[in-house]
């Protein structure tokens, strides 16, 4: 399993998980920068994602939406504020639409995503920082820690079918 813990923090307001790949910095990087490959992990198994727009830039926005397994679907967006190739990004994350706009009467978070090189594996460690207790225990309530848990650890397959 990818997943070597997680960890939520109420007084900090976030929700941090951590991952350790077998496999570069680079190669790792290429699981966020490419829309495709993204779609392959960023939903859990029995909600896959599918990105319609994946502009990869500072101030580029992200658009997906997630099917459900009777075909529902869950809108989301993302904002990328920082981008330092191979090392870190920095999004806002919210809930959308049917349409795909952000749907401000959600909550929306600030992720941070970190890769530290150590060897021949890669920490991945994201950490999603909320604007509230309550919309830290909303998300985690819709099941983030399992959903982050399962969905990262469709990793290793994709790692291993594309060195």
Same mark, same amino acid.
């Given at each position: @399993?990818?997943?070597?813990?997680? *960890? ?13 790949? /077998? ?11 490419? #829309? ?7 939903? #859990?198994?029995?909600? #896959? *994602?599918?990105?319609?727009? /994946?502009?990869?830039? #500072?101030?580029?926005?992200?658009? +997906? +939406? ?29 809930? *959308? ?44 309530? @819709?099941? @983030?820690?399992?959903? @982050? ?7 290793? *397959? ?6």
């Amino acid at each position: @399993m990818t997943v070597l813990h997680s *960890a939520t923090d109420p007084e900090a307001l976030t929700f941090t998980i951590t991952s350790e790949l /077998h496999a570069t910095p680079e190669r790792i990087w290429q699981l966020w920068a490419d #829309p495709r490959q993204l779609e392959r992990w960023w939903g #859990p198994p029995e909600w #896959p *994602a599918t990105f319609v727009d /994946h502009e990869f830039v #500072p101030g580029g926005e992200a658009r +997906y +939406y997630m099917t459900g397994p009777t075909g529902e679907k869950a809108h989301g967006w993302w904002t990328f504020i920082t981008i330092d190739p191979h090392r870190v990004i920095v999004f806002d994350d919210g809930f *959308a639409d049917d349409s795909g706009a952000p749907d401000r009467t959600q909550p929306t978070m600030r992720g941070h995503m970190e890769l530290q090189p150590d060897g021949d594996v890669t920490r991945m460690v994201i950490t999603t920082r909320f604007a509230s207790t309550e919309q830290l225990e909303q998300v985690l309530g @819709m099941g @983030m820690v399992e959903g @982050m848990t399962t969905a990262l650890g469709q990793i290793d *397959a994709i790692l291993a079918a594309q060195p």
